[in-house]
């Protein structure tokens, strides 16, 4: 039997111990197993990590690439969004596509194969932003999947013309919605707007939420509140929520069932949350991050995401998943090997849940994407920030990273 492409000693981290083959046939995964029988001698991996890529479930790539714009001297989220509104009133069509192709190049060479991007839609930018993701979705789809999310960032109530705008994206190729209550003079219509209207396209709910160190002001409860009523368990998402890291234990606890109970999921964006949070502290400043390892345990859905790349909240980003997971491993504390395989799932696998992708793993018949780290398992990984090697998307090679090699000198100095 041949094959189209043939994978000889991978480790698989969700099949067992050990290495094995994978054979693809055209788009598509057609065999798994300790040895395949065959004349291909294949492509041999060595034993290095092969997985179904990266999943980045909260990007913003409309206001990517914009600190050269900004003037921020305060570093708080008040500034943040301020100088992103000032900033974006310049933006054209053509500028944001530029700016986001150069972000999504970024993290597809760093091994995501899939991403949910959100997209700022208002009077001030209308549907420019919303045109120039789409049709990056669409001109880079040999190399990742891309969900679009329309929310409104400055506001829904307080933002007169807004609400028929995001209404307009919806029905021209939207993905799901969002939503920013935090930001709007009216937090709980925001929210009950955001569930009608995503219930009447069927569309899924991602919110940016409690973004604050005040556990006294939340809109999570109204969202699990709305979640139940609406009967859209695992279709809502919340991210930041960074005013869950201020809760005790015992809160924490009550709240993480409560989440369970309802099917809301949490997005952590570790970067954008320690950059911004404990602004105005001269001492003993909180991290700011949710340790949404713990929510997992009580049965929630979570996930690590890049969220802003070289802007106002957050001035830096490689695109990179797993310097992510590496990042928020030193924020929490993790350094087992059971920890870290964790923070290597909060980029993967649970993100992957979070999307609702569903065939998303190493599994006969499921498309064959697929990327190679320069790890021998989950854990280093995560703890060496191991690079991606290389990847396919639905069975063609879309990117690659040469190994970084040494040029010792011919003849070896005397000592």
């Known amino acids: 039997m041949t094959f189209d492409l043939l994978f000889r000693h991978a480790c698989l981290p969700d099949q067992g111990d050990g290495v094995f083959d994978v054979a693809l046939q055209g788009n ?23 997985f179904s890529g990266f999943v980045d479930s909260h990007v913003h790539l409309d206001k990517s690439c914009i600190s050269g714009r900004c003037n921020c001297t305060t570093g708080t989220l008040q500034e943040a969004i301020a100088e992103t ?12 596509y530029a700016r986001g192709k150069r972000t999504l190049e970024k993290a597809i060479t760093q091994g995501t ?37 329309v929310f409104p960032q400055e506001g829904l109530y307080n933002d007169p013309g807004t609400d028929e705008l995001l209404w307009q994206a919806c029905e021209n190729g939207a993905d799901l919605i969002g939503g920013c209550p935090y930001t709007d003079t009216e937090p709980t219509r925001h929210i009950a707007r955001i569930f009608e209207i995503a219930r009447n396209f069927d569309f899924d709910i991602d919110f940016h939420l409690d973004f604050s160190l005040d556990p006294s002001k939340s809109d999570l409860e109204e969202v699990c509140r ?60 909180p991290r700011g991050v949710t340790p949404v390892h ?37 924020i929490v504390q993790i350094g087992d090997n059971a920890g870290l ?22 599994a006969i018949g499921h498309p064959a994407d697929l990327v190679v780290v320069d790890a021998d398992d989950k854990a280093s990984a995560v703890a060496e920030i191991s690079a991606p090697l290389f990847g396919y998307k639905n069975g063609r090679r879309s990117f690659a990273r040469p190994r970084a090699s040494l040029s010792p000198p011919k003849h070896s100095p005397r000592y």
């Open 85 to 96: 509104a000032r900033a974006k009133r310049g933006f054209t069509e053509e500028d944001i």
């Open 341 to 362: 395989n964790a923070c290597f799932d909060l980029v993967s696998t649970k993100p992957a849940q979070l999307m609702r992708l569903k065939h998303y793993g190493i």
């Open 294 to 330: 713990r929510l997992l345990q009580s049965g929630v859905h979570g996930s690590l995401a890049t969220n802003n790349v070289l802007n106002p909240f957050t001035p830096y980003g490689d695109c990179s998943m797993i310097r992510m997971a590496n990042l928020y491993a030193n």
């Open 226 to 285: 709305q979640t139940a009523a609406h009967r859209y368990g695992g279709r809502v998402a919340v991210g930041h929520v960074t005013n869950l890291s201020a809760l005790t234990l015992d809160r924490f606890e009550q709240t993480a069932q409560r989440l369970a109970n309802t099917g809301v999921a949490v997005t952590v964006l570790p970067s954008t949350d320690l950059f911004l949070m404990g602004r105005g502290r001269d001492h003993l400043v």
């Open 28 to 50: 598509r995964i057609v065999e798994i197993a300790r040895h395949i029988t065959c004349d291909d001698r294949g492509e041999d991996l060595a034993g290095k990590l092969l």
């Open 113 to 149: 194969n899939f991403m949910r991007t959100q997209v700022e839609i208002d009077p001030r930018i209308g549907l420019k932003g919303f045109h120039a993701i789409r049709r990056l979705k669409h001109d880079f789809a040999w190399a990742i999947d891309l969900q679009i999310c």
